[in-house]
């Protein structure tokens, strides 16, 4: 077997945690060290992971541990500065979205890992969901134009209640979240993205930014293309969840389901907020177009069932086998990391947008 990669796990949040433990119960990584800047004041380490040398410094624990792979899980205004200094040390970098909070960080990032020959693996979690990539493949049967509907509100209590608060901090949502679903967009279309518009609203006064954003992206075939994403505890939990594509020739939309509770089960983080329901599909709903001679359709719609789909933690091993197999056959991710950029671009011109009052048109 080859020689286990050694990494260091930055953050420990949500998602940190996550990676964190899928490295754990793999033969292919050793943890050599997890930084975060209030770690070893942190009450909530998993057992899994209790053992394993803490840093709160980052340079401290990259000097110490000398890893071969750095796990940056941290706030996205962190991201970029931690993965120069990563890619710098040689490291290979697997990164929480987004790549940066700015498009010259995130140029800069990418162009490192290139000069480097370093490894720069982005936490897209949805390209490597069986039942996303099902769903975009039937919606490239669709023809062209494509108009796509997706969104993810979430309502903020108990603990999303100071995650979301500080992740607005960073990037409003449409941005934190939304290079997921322009991604997805784009993978759709194949096409250019050529121009962008947005509009937000201030809901909740605790919070530094604008917790509502819409953005409207609109690509060089024609197609078209809408994302909502608002936190906070006024946020509404009808239609938070809509993933939708529609085609001249029908269309496929991503039925979730919804598990009704009583104010006590939701107390400490309400159901739109829970992240195993972010990526949950539970079916996928195929809608065909055609008609007959009597304008009826000629084919019912159809039910795939999705109800075998991975959890979250298990995407989370997903990605990180990936990470590893891109680390040992040197796998060629030009692909992934320029669709990065260019989801990253889309967003941060539905903000610019938003603060110029008009729509922005990409070069």
Not at 33 to 56: D, F, H, T, V
Not at 128 to 149: A, C, N, Y
Not at 259 to 278: C, L, P, Y
Not at 321 to 333: K, M, T, V
Request: charged letters at 25%; proline letters at 4%.
């Amino acid at each position: 077997m080859a020689d286990r990669v050694k990494i260091l796990v930055v953050g420990l949040g949500n998602m940190g945690a996550s990676h964190a433990s899928a490295y754990h119960r793999s033969d292919g990584f050793e943890i050599v060290g997890i930084m975060s800047r209030s770690i070893k004041s942190n009450k909530k380490i998993p057992a899994e992971l209790a053992g394993y040398p803490l840093y709160e410094d980052f340079d401290q624990a990259l000097k110490e541990t000398k890893p071969d792979a750095v796990s940056i899980n941290s706030w996205p205004n962190t991201h970029a500065e931690y993965a120069l200094k990563a890619i710098a040390a040689n490291c290979h970098v697997f990164m929480e979205k987004p790549l940066a909070t700015n498009i010259e960080d995130a140029e800069k990032v990418v162009a490192a890992a290139r000069a480097k020959n370093r490894k720069l693996v982005l936490g897209y979690i949805l390209r490597v969901h069986p039942s996303w990539i099902k769903f975009i493949e039937v919606g490239k049967t669709l023809g062209k134009p494509l108009v796509m509907r997706l969104n993810l509100n979430q309502q903020s209590s108990g603990s999303a209640w100071h995650w979301h608060k500080n992740l607005i901090d960073s990037l409003i949502p449409i941005v934190d979240c939304g290079v997921h679903y322009v991604d997805v967009m784009c993978q759709l279309t194949g096409a250019r993205p050529v121009r962008v518009h947005g509009i937000g609203a201030k809901l909740w006064a605790e919070a530094d930014k604008q917790n509502y954003g819409h953005l409207h992206v609109t690509f060089d075939d024609g197609s078209v293309g809408w994302y909502e994403a608002g936190w906070g505890p006024m946020m509404s939990e009808t239609a938070y969840f809509v993933k939708d594509v529609v085609g001249p020739k029908g269309a496929v939309s991503i039925v979730a389901g919804q598990t009704a509770g009583s104010a006590a089960d939701t107390a400490e983080v309400s159901n739109s907020a829970d992240i195993d329901r972010h990526t949950k599909t539970d079916a996928l709903k195929i809608h065909y177009a055609q008609v007959d001679g009597d304008k009826n359709f000629k084919k019912p719609d159809e039910i795939v069932s999705m109800e075998d789909e991975p959890g979250h933690q298990e995407l989370c091993d997903r990605e990180q086998a990936f990470f590893l197999r891109a680390i040992r056959e040197d796998l060629d991710l030009t692909e992934q990391m320029d669709a990065a950029v260019n989801s990253l671009r889309i967003v941060l011109a539905a903000e610019q947008s938003i603060e110029l009052g008009r729509t922005v048109e990409l070069a």
